[in-house]
């Protein structure tokens, strides 16, 4: 059974950090196309940043120079550090994965196949 599971979110104040998980089972990360997407109360879910399947990655202009995006394929884990939080980024963050080609920015606004429960974020002091 394939199955995402996403943890490390938390209340953070402005200007901090926290570092999310997201691990598989059931399939091989690193041959899936994976992204972590967010959708804050009233708005529309957004891609934040993705891995395309090549490998490369993208972010949200609103993450740049603020989140990376990893992965640790030996513990089959994506991994979304956050930094310089800001209140506009709470919502809930979601990680998803396809088998199929994606490409490039397309990536976040892909409708993916898979997801992940979801894990709250709240940034507030």
């Known amino acids: 059974q394939l199955q995402l599971v996403e943890s490390g979110g938390g209340l953070v104040q402005p200007g901090g950090s926290l570092r999310l998980s997201c691990a598989a089972s059931?399939?091989?990360?690193?041959?899936?196309?994976t992204a972590w997407f967010r959708q804050a109360p009233g708005k529309e879910r957004e891609g934040v940043s993705c891995f395309s399947s090549d490998g490369s990655i993208s972010y949200a202009d609103s993450v740049k120079g603020r989140f990376t995006i990893s992965r640790d394929n030996a513990k089959n884990t994506v991994f979304l550090q956050m930094s310089s939080l800001k209140p506009e980024d709470t919502g809930v963050y979601y990680c998803?994965?396809?088998?199929?080609?994606?490409?490039?920015?397309?990536?976040?606004?892909?409708?993916?196949?898979?997801w992940g429960q979801g894990t709250q974020v709240t940034v507030s002091s």
């Open positions: 998803a994965a396809t088998p199929f080609e994606v490409a490039g920015t397309a990536g976040l606004r892909y409708d993916y196949d898979f």
């Open positions: 059931g399939f091989t990360l690193d041959s899936y196309g």
